[in-house]
């Protein structure tokens, strides 16, 4: 069981590899050599995990959405509606380096999906989850008063994905825009829900 272990431990380590490289040098700077390097591998050894350039960005796609996923499902426990809200949408946005890279993994994997299939389709899932997931939210926040009963949650849902995408984006991008500004951005059209 352990062998089992070591290998997702090292297919992780791998994708982090990338998202280092990526961080450094964009993705020009991800080549199968590069990574084997930055990981600490032969090329042969990598290429054992991961057959072919796109196996590996896809896992690196996958990885960055699920550690995404683990960390807003993680303020679940939040008592208060608009408080759990505001902390699962805000790990969308680049508020501290953790986040800031996400952002920046996801944007760099996703400008590179239209190259790699797999990667295009997980990004395509990803949308889809992430639209479900804004759905989901916001009939929690009208179940407890806080979307007025006249909003459609599918167009309010879609809002939302474009508002906090545009956010995001704008505050990794700078001046004028923050992090900070981008999360009162959010925080300010959730309010604009209420009824």
Known sequence: MPKVLDHDQRRQEIAEAV???IMRDGMSGVSVRDVAAEANLSTGSLRHMFATKTDLLAYSMQLVHARLGIRVRAHVAIADPRE???????EVLPLDEVRRTQLIVIL????EAPSHPAVQELTRQAQRETRQ????????LSRKGLVAPHLDIELEAVRLHAL??????????GEPDTPDSALKVVTDHLDSLAP
């Not at 760099?108 to 400008?111: A, D, E, G, I, P």
């Not at 997931?133 to 929690?140: F, N, Q």
């Not at 906090?164 to 991008?173: K, R």
């Open 19 to 21: 998202w280092r490289l």
């Open 84 to 90: 759990r809200a505001l902390a699962m949408l805000s």
């Open 108 to 111: 760099s994997l996703t400008t």
């Open 133 to 140: 997931a804004y759905v989901g939210l916001l009939e929690y």
């Open 164 to 173: 906090v995408d545009g956010a995001a984006l704008h505050s990794l991008l």
